[in-house]
């Protein structure tokens, strides 16, 4: 046991204590998302009592939808793209104060019910990003989807030095000082891997997967979600090149790649709550 474990709590450093609820912001980036926004909004509600919805420039009912809801609403006058939605809400969770920042879809993808199961992960990881890793059920993700997942998992292990279980996944836990990286570069989803890779290089953060269920429309379901921002082959070689582009100019790729074979990816499911994605996410860390 070390010193910082017998300290008391009201003597524990801030950055050492665990978090609770009330330290988290949620943050929902949002772009005409009418759809589930006020039942994504409402079960994050449940969960910790900050949320803070960014509106990317909506078209439709988003804001009207939640619009009675207790939440910071952030608004741009126009489509600015994730990356601007996360800076912006990263900005205002830690001037409200927050310890940790988790991010959640506005589509209804992600499940506020992990929420609790997401901070308790990070407790027994301090100071890591945790994600969301979309493990249970894979077989019902859209194909292409699932292919794009797995290769940016490849591609984005060169810019970090190790392996991460689903690293495309949007519904993660950012430490406050993850969060208030500063001159994180990369607009729309290519912020979502660079800010892992610039967490890692600046400040020598690790990513820790929890196997999750993400929702999807399927012939196993009647439920209706939006149509996915995300364009896999579009967005994915902007990813893909945005990271080699980092490795190159980083170097050493032989000790990157040596790297990456010493370092698998951390899934922690201690109750085996999801085998079948824990099974899945061991077999992926094999380059």
């Not at 979502?192 to 967490?199: G, L």
Request: with cysteine; proline share 7%.
């Amino acid at each position: 046991m070390t010193d910082t474990d017998r300290m008391p709590l009201d003597r524990m450093p801030l950055d050492r204590m665990p978090l609770d609820h009330r330290d988290v912001a949620v943050l929902i980036p949002a772009l005409n998302e009418a759809l589930r926004i006020r039942e994504v909004v409402m079960g994050a509600l449940a969960q910790c009592p900050r949320v803070i919805v960014v509106d990317d420039g909506s078209d439709d009912d988003t804001v009207d939808r939640i619009s009675d809801l207790p939440v910071v609403l952030l608004r741009h006058p126009r489509r600015m793209g994730k990356g601007a939605c996360l800076r912006d809400g990263f900005a205002e969770a830690l001037r409200l104060g927050a310890r940790a920042v988790l991010t959640m879809d506005g589509d209804g993808q992600h499940s506020a019910g992990d929420i609790p199961r997401i901070i308790a992960v990070a407790n027994r990881h301090p100071g890591c990003i945790v994600i969301g890793a979309r493990l249970r059920r894979r077989s019902q993700k859209p194909i292409l989807r699932r292919l794009a997942n797995e290769f940016g998992d490849w591609g984005l292990a060169w810019g970090t030095g190790y392996r991460i279980a689903d690293s495309q996944s949007g519904q993660r836990l950012y430490p406050a000082a993850v969060a208030a990286l500063d001159a994180v570069p990369g607009e729309d989803f290519v912020f979502e891997s660079q800010i892992i890779i610039s967490a890692a290089r600046r400040l020598g953060t690790r990513c820790v997967s929890v196997p999750i269920e993400s929702r999807y429309k399927c012939v196993h379901s009647s439920e209706s979600f939006r149509p996915s921002h995300f364009r896999p082959l579009r967005d994915l070689w902007r990813i893909t090149s945005h990271i080699v582009r980092q490795a190159l100019a980083h170097g050493g790729l032989a000790d990157v790649y040596r790297s990456i074979r010493a370092n698998p990816a951390v899934i922690d499911d201690p109750d085996e709550a999801f085998p079948e994605g824990a099974r899945l996410a061991r077999d992926s860390t094999h380059p």
